[in-house]
């Protein structure tokens, strides 16, 4: 047969190596100094500038972790990976050195933007339209040239890993472009098309599913090729893996609800979430074991190599969080664990422990190939495996405890019927709880330090292989399929029909979810007393947003006695219907705000944001006083009000042109009532501050109207 | 215009989730079917491809 010599290039996965190690370093060390922030609120320096306040900085370590740290971990796998699996060079070296800057530019504007405040409010989808659209443009390069290299393949057969590669790029895709629908309002602002209980919807069909199909299936189809690489060994059943990866892609679309028990959404759309989460465990323990049992017989050569070591903590934390997303989907569980640190702990274990170790252990083993050498120090990388591990137990330990902790002091109540505890008790008893995880991320930070430094010795020991030749028969034009594999012949040898298949499967899970949500209209009743933003309201919406104020207080009340009691009155999706984008939340780091409206006065509001110490001692809550000197962007009511109205708020027609006149009047009114109840307090009507003030005090209050109304 | 009215025009929508649910059903026991049928020869070598590249 005719053999072909050709080249594996070296260069860009070594690249995308480094920009993984830096940002995961960066990331990290943002998580680090967010964990705290919590505990000692000093830290946000929010008495000098907005920038570094947790509401900025805690979506920019998430994003930081997700898209760089593990996007760039996901390139070198997939770089390093797929050109040796079929046989040919990547296919097409300008596209790979353009998807490489570009995402390096992505990350860039994004960590710029969301310090400056530049937000769409939708969870780890918060970067604005400019950049999503950028976003799309590198994802398509990386899919051309991904299946260039496929289609000019020397091996007839696309391994398992590259199948989950196909499944999450095409998902992600789907996933990036549904969830990014947003009107601009000007460049590097604009609203989610989607509002209230559909925008919930939307925006966690995508969370979850970033989770699965960013988080996950890219790094299953690392698994499936490093660790048999590392333990030179096959996996253990290859017949396993098609059923892990034909029932996780399935699966794992339906399940986005199971972050919305308890709220406004529909139930028949919460038991969904649930039955799907819990028929999960099966594919992914499937796999799990599949990657565990890979190593029977060899677990000799764990005790000796620190990059098996990496990989069965990997594993087993991916078993452990596949085990336990599924018991948090069980509405019961999930009254304990949403809103509270139990849900930061699951990430944890999945990101730490999962991507994180799994990255670590394909660094280790990759770099030393990559560089024609051995390892520079074992011991170092043993050390940082045990430093690791206990970085992962004091982070997710605190959290777990803190969690049921403020879960029965949530719900305590007196034999006379009233809360025992007050939020901020509950926030004064697990502050030092954050402490401890603080300091768990510390070391887990001061783990891939070490490793930093054992690369770096071990790049400098080596030298860099910029190429590596290879030989392969050309790929005969003539098929022959395998004896009784219809199935491969049908579609395991066809990338196009395997890529159209898993879009079709995750589609119609996304479909079936989605579409009776927008269809049917009792399913969101709407509520009369239920009236869009004034426009200085609207302004105040987006100062809320801006600040990120979504990542530590929700706004939404579930139906729970101690809710209720606490809070007010519980949420009803139809008082939803003109959030764009919604302001759920997902963590309450703070109380509730759904009913936050009317709660206290004009005057408490303005001292509290300007230093919520001096009102409440124990909080953990920034100050933002640039609020106080900032003036309110009245250039942008204009445009404000028109989206709105071309998305459905029914403003009337040409309301946005004397929408000012109200914004200044009801700014007035805030004035004047804050003066003449507090005689030291000086600020003119134009500031920030009057229009957040305008609308926390709106929040939640529409349905009270209508209560008083049915009197 | 809300995006909700877009779908509301699709004709028997209803439908949707039973089919959506045969697909699936069948899809899975074509996949569980086949994986049996497969060729013990063929697995054993696809399965060591990530080992290809050290034989040259």
């Known amino acids: 047969m005719n053999q072909e010599k050709f080249f594996y290039d070296n260069k860009i996965p070594k690249a995308f190596a480094i920009a993984c190690i830096f940002w995961g370093v960066v990331g990290m060390l943002l998580g680090v100094i967010a964990a705290f922030q919590l505990a000692f609120p000093i830290l946000n320096f929010s008495d000098y500038f907005p920038y570094l306040a947790f509401g900025r900085l805690r979506p920019v370590h998430t ?14 796998g997939v770089y390093y990976a797929v050109p040796r699996l079929l046989k040919t060079p990547m296919w097409n070296k300008a596209l790979s050195l353009i998807h490489f800057w570009g995402w390096q530019f992505i990350i860039v504007c994004a960590a710029v933007t969301l310090l400056l405040g530049f937000t769409t409010g939708k969870e780890y989808a918060e970067l604005e339209w ?42 992600v895709a789907m996933l990036h472009i549904v969830n990014s629908f947003e009107f601009p309002v000007s460049f590097m602002k604009s609203y989610s098309w989607y509002a209230g209980v559909q925008d919930a919807l939307v925006q966690w069909w995508y969370g979850h599913n970033a989770v699965a199909f960013f988080l996950t299936t890219p790094y299953l189809g690392l698994m499936y090729y490093f660790l048999p690489k590392a333990a030179d060994r096959p996996v253990y059943s290859y017949r396993l893996s098609i059923v892990h990866f034909w029932s996780l892609i399935f699966l794992y ?36 074991l599949n990657g565990l049992f890979t190593l029977r017989g060899a677990w000799d050569k764990v005790r000796e190599d620190p990059v098996l070591k990496f990989f069965v903590v990997a594993v087993t934390c991916y078993g452990m969080s596949t085990f336990e997303g599924p018991m948090l989907s069980l509405k ?34 990759l770099i030393p190939r990559l560089f024609d050498t051995k390892l520079y120090s074992k011991k170092l990388a043993s050390a940082h495996f045990w430093i690791g591990t206990l970085g992962i137990m004091l982070y997710a330990i605190p959290m777990y405890w803190s969690a049921f902790r403020s879960y029965f002091m949530m719900k305590a109540f007196t034999p006379e019927g009233q809360l025992q505890y007050k939020f901020i008790d ?3 008893t697990v502050v030092p709880f954050y402490t401890i995880r603080a300091i768990g991320g510390t070391i887990f ?53 395997l890529l159209v298949l898993s879009l079709i499967m995750v589609g119609i899970g996304g479909l079936v979810e989605l579409v009776p949500t927008f269809l049917v209209k009792s399913n969101i009743p709407t509520i009369a007393s239920v009236k869009p933003y004034t426009p200085l309201e609207l302004q105040g919406r987006d100062i809320y947003i801006r600040e990120g104020c979504y990542n ?19 949420s009803k999706a139809g008082e939803f219907v003109y959030d764009h984008p919604f302001q759920w939340g997902s963590k309450r780091t703070g109380p509730d705000l759904a ?24 909080t953990i809550m920034p100050s933002y006083p640039s609020l106080y000197e900032n003036t309110i962007d009245k250039a942008s009511t204009n445009s404000k009000i028109h989206v709105m109205r071309k998305m459905g708020v029914p403003y009337p027609e040409g309301y946005e042109a004397i929408a000012n006149q109200d914004l200044e009047k009801q700014a007035n009114e805030i004035v004047t009532d804050l003066v003449s109840t507090d005689k030291h307090i000086k600020i003119s009507s134009d500031k920030e501050i009057i229009a957040l003030i305008a609308y926390l005090q709106r929040v939640g209050r529409d349905i009270k109207l209508e209560e008083k109304t049915n009197k | 215009m809300k995006f909700s009215t877009y779908l509301t025009h699709i004709a028997g929508v209803k439908i949707y989730p039973i089919i959506s649910l045969l697909i699936f059903v069948v899809f899975f026991v074509l996949v569980v079917f086949w994986m049996y049928r497969l060729d013990k020869n063929e697995i054993a070598r696809i399965e060591n491809l990530p080992f290809d590249d050290q034989k040259n």
Request: proline share 4%; aromatic share 16%; glycine share 8%.
């Open chain 1, 63 to 76: 994003n930081a972790v997700i898209f760089a740290f593990v996007g760039n971990g996901i390139f070198t």
């Open chain 1, 130 to 171: 400019p950049i999503d659209i950028l976003i799309t443009l590198v994802w398509v390069v990386f899919g051309i040239n991904l299946f260039g290299t496929i289609f000019t393949r020397r091996e007839r057969h696309l391994y398992v890993a590259i199948w989950f590669f196909i499944a999450s790029w095409v998902t």
């Open chain 1, 253 to 288: 679309i339906w399940a986005g609800p199971h972050h919305l028990l308890y709220t406004a959404l529909p139930d028949w759309a919460q038991s969904l979430g649930t039955a799907f989460s819990i028929m999960l465990i099966l594919p992914s323990w499937g796999g799990m």
């Open chain 1, 332 to 365: 019961n569980v999930n009254a304990i664990s949403h809103y509270s640190d139990w849900t930061v702990a699951h990430v944890h274990i999945g990101a730490l422990g999962w991507n994180g170790f799994l990255t670590f252990g394909m660094m280790y083993w």
């Open chain 1, 426 to 428: 509950i926030v004064q």
């Open chain 1, 445 to 497: 930070l001061i783990g891939v330090f070490i490793m930093v430094y054992n690369l770096i010795k071990t790049a400098k020991a080596g030298k860099f292989l910029a190429s590596e030749e290879a030989n392969a028969p050309v790929l005969a034009k003539e098929y022959v399929a395998p004896a009784n594999s219809i199935w491969h012949s049908l579609i395991e040898r066809r990338p196009l029909l």
């Open chain 1, 552 to 570: 530590c207080h929700s706004q939404m009340i579930r139906p729970f006695r101690y809710e209720v009691a606490r809070y007010g009155e519980y």
């Open chain 1, 595 to 618: 009913r936050i409206g009317g709660k206290y006065n004009n005057v408490w509001h303005f001292n509290h944001m300007l230093s919520p110490s001096s009102m409440e001692s124990a």
